[in-house]
């Protein structure tokens, strides 16, 4: 269109491009659109009337260019539909001739067709002749072949040599291959059936005479017949046949003399004596079968015969059968820790078999085979991990009882809970219970042990604190008065209360307390030793994502630290309030000066030695239990308690002592006379100062004690204040005998 119709050019400044309106898509909306982007709607109207009149302008140029070829065009027409009827005669002759030509073209190619279909036909019949022929000459000649071979061993004393006899069975048996193609190219065909039990009997002479060759080569050591005889099956494409004639023929009778169950659990060694055993069967009696086959190093590649593996396909499942058949109790899983003996002396005997396999590919097989996978699956894996999982938490919940007992001699913890979370947590990863298919399993329950001795510390934690002289709490409670267990399962002892919520929550000591903070801080301490037992036993299986195992490690590491800020609260508050037992008697010092005539105090009072020693008892007889940090922590927080309480009482005290000498001056004042001097009867220091004298010097000495300690008086909250307080009642007492 836009070839035969060229629209006049317009001026350049239109905002529109001409060619717009030749374009097969053109729509006015979009047209209009598109332009309203650039110019104004009155802008493009007057350049479409400027357009427009161009367009009329070339259109009446172009009609009186034309004008005469416009006028003369029906002139022109003028005869045309005679012209065109005297054409349509010759045309329709023509028509008719070119459809009769095509007619016979037509049945010439349908005569082709038939005779090339027929011609096809008699190709397939021909060839289907042809398999057949050959099939019956292949019988024939492997007939003719057996029958002469039978003449010759009839007329000879000596027979042929098993090497001639070797050759000859890989003629038959390459003619035999032969005789299986074309019978399978020719399968349905009457003659064939007819000729069937022909080819059955040669098949069944060919395999019983390479069955008896294989075996005289494997008797005799020949490797010339066991080369030929191998390659034989291979040319009929029997080597599977080979495999199992050498597993029931060599392989059977050596597994069922080796493997005696009465030899096996009378001995002790005797599991590993039969794998040793098993082991020997390989390098004596499949030496030569590895030499042809390519399986030994030694082996020659230039005589090799391929396709064969014993060791996977015939030793492996004979072994296999005769486990499963002759050894049933190998599999039982009821006692753990001989199932363990026997597993692990089992897959190292399969991993020695591994080694005499002769390539990566070869094990491979072994691993790929149903023998393999069954001998795998016979062993009761999940039973035995419920046996250790009952023994490790069976004795672990025992441990964690009510009892708090102590730990065995020779531990590194104080408590036997402890001790028994650690030997549980060495205990899964020990040689003796660690098994690599059960690793998933083992770092669950290390986890859940953790976990559960969290919970078992959450719940020491909230005990209340009994007497440090009641010693019954370190011993084990007698049968039938056993309190309820920390065990997660709430339904052990529903059977004796009606709730549980009716059991008393048993007590807990100060030292059992001290106890159970060492020994949470030495468990954290060791959890890093969890990851290196661990590790060894993580890499074996494979397994290279460690830093999975230290977070999760570094997670239970947390959880148990979220205790340690109770546990220490409340050893804080015991010390602090055994101390404040003894430093309220403060309060007594009034009554033991007051209107008592006694000498003026020159030595700290009892009470603050009574008060010191539990401070000093933590320090010496857990010196060597609790890191020094630790004890200094507790240190310096119960003191800073007691000494906030310590404060206030004696700030009581001076109050009350400076109100009671104000009274007895406002007293004195009231009489008037002499005899209500309060200074006693020796002439000194009066009562009051006596007072404040001593709760200056029992101050001084108590903080005199505490830097014996090793603490500095500053780290002690409100001591600073105290000593303040008790310098300026000081400094008031003294200033009378001044």
Not at 13 to 27: I, Q
Not at 629 to 635: C, E, N, S, V, Y
Not at 690 to 716: H, N, P, W
Request: charged residues 25%; proline residues 4%; negative net charge.
């Amino acid at each position: 269109m836009e070839a035969r119709m060229n629209l006049p050019r317009g001026p350049e400044n239109l905002c529109f491009d001409k060619d717009e309106f030749m374009k097969a898509d053109f729509d006015v909306d979009h047209f209009v659109s598109d332009c309203r982007k650039r110019v104004q709607l009155e802008e493009l109207r007057e350049d479409l009337e400027l357009y427009y009149k161009l367009l009329k302008t070339a259109m009446v140029e172009l009609i009186n260019k034309d004008y005469a070829d416009f006028v003369n065009l029906s002139t022109n027409l003028v005869g045309m539909d005679k012209a065109l009827n005297q054409l349509s005669v010759p045309l329709g002759q023509l028509r008719e001739e070119v459809m009769s030509l095509k007619s016979c073209v037509s049945e010439g190619i349908q005569a082709v067709d038939d005779r090339m279909t027929k011609q096809e036909d008699i190709r397939r019949k021909k060839m289907c002749v042809l398999r057949l022929i050959h099939v019956i000459q292949s019988v024939e000649k492997i007939e003719k072949i057996l029958h002469s071979q039978g003449t010759k061993e009839l007329s000879s004393l000596e027979g042929n040599s098993p090497l001639l006899t070797g050759q000859v069975l890989e003629r038959i048996a390459t003619e035999f291959n032969q005789l299986q193609f074309h019978a399978v190219q020719s399968k349905g065909m009457p003659l064939l059936d007819k000729v069937r039990p022909r080819i059955a009997g040669i098949t069944a002479m060919l395999q019983q005479s390479l069955e008896g060759l294989l075996l005289e080569g494997l008797q005799t050591s020949n490797v010339d017949i066991i080369r030929h005889c191998l390659r034989t099956y291979a040319t009929i494409d029997k080597t599977r046949d080979a495999e199992a004639l050498v597993g029931q023929v060599l392989v059977k009778p050596y597994v069922d003399e080796v493997m005696v169950e009465q030899y096996v659990q009378s001995h002790p060694n005797g599991l590993q004596a039969m794998y040793n055993r098993l082991l020997e069967f390989v390098p004596h009696h499949c030496r030569l079968l590895r030499e042809v086959t390519g399986g030994a190093i030694s082996s020659e590649k230039a005589d090799i015969v391929p396709g064969y593996d014993f060791l996977v396909n015939s030793v492996w499942p004979e072994i296999v059968r005769g486990l499963e058949e002759k050894l049933p109790s190998l599999f039982n899983p009821g006692n753990p820790d001989v199932f363990h003996e026997k597993y692990t002396t089992s897959m190292d005997f399969v991993r020695k078999f591994e080694r005499q396999c002769g390539s990566q590919a070869s094990v491979k097989r072994l691993r790929a085979h149903p023998s393999y996978h069954s001998f795998n699956n016979k062993w009761n894996l999940p039973v035995y991990f419920q046996i250790r999982f009952r023994e490790i938490a069976g004795a672990l919940e025992e441990a964690l009882s009510d009892t708090l007992e102590e730990a065995p001699a020779g531990s590194s913890f104080c408590l036997l809970a402890t001790h028994m979370v650690w030997t549980s947590l060495v205990k899964c990863w020990s040689d003796q219970m660690f098994l690599p298919l059960l690793a998933h399993r083992l770092w669950k329950l290390s986890l859940q042990i953790l976990a559960r001795y969290s919970v078992f510390i959450s719940e020491v934690s909230v005990r209340p604190l009994s007497s440090e002289n009641t010693k019954e709490s370190k011993k084990p409670v007698p049968g039938g008065r056993k309190e309820s267990s920390l065990s997660l399962n709430p339904s052990e002892d529903q059977g004796n209360e009606s709730s549980p919520e009716s059991l008393p929550m048993s007590s807990i000591s100060s030292t059992q307390l001290i106890y159970v903070a060492a020994d949470l801080d030495k468990l954290q301490d060791r959890i890093p030793e969890i990851l290196d037992m661990i590790k060894p036993k993580l890499e074996v299986i494979g397994f290279k994502n460690i830093s999975c195992i230290a977070g999760a490690l570094e997670d239970s590491k947390t959880s148990l630290s979220a205790c340690v800020p109770t546990l220490n609260n409340k050893i804080i508050q015991d010390l602090s309030e055994s101390s404040f037992a003894y430093l309220k008697s403060a309060l007594e010092v009034p009554r033991l000066y007051r209107r008592t005539n006694k000498e003026v105090p020159t030595k700290a009072s009892p009470y603050v030695d009574s008060a010191l020693k539990p401070f000093y008892r933590l320090q010496n007889d857990y010196g060597d239990t609790l890191k020094q940090p630790m004890i200094h922590q507790w240190l310096e927080g119960a003191l800073s308690e007691s000494t906030q309480k310590y404060y206030e009482t004696v700030s009581d005290v001076l109050s009350s002592v400076k109100k009671m000498e104000e009274s007895l001056k406002r007293l004195k004042q009231a009489r008037r006379t002499a005899t209500s001097n309060p200074v006693g009867t020796n002439g000194g220091m009066s009562d009051d100062n006596k007072i404040r004298l001593q709760l200056a010097l029992d101050v001084e000495y108590f903080g005199e004690q505490i830097r014996k300690m090793g603490l500095e008086t500053s780290s002690i909250k409100s001591f600073s204040a105290l000593a303040e307080l008790i310098l300026t009642a000081k400094d008031q007492a003294t200033m009378e005998l001044s």
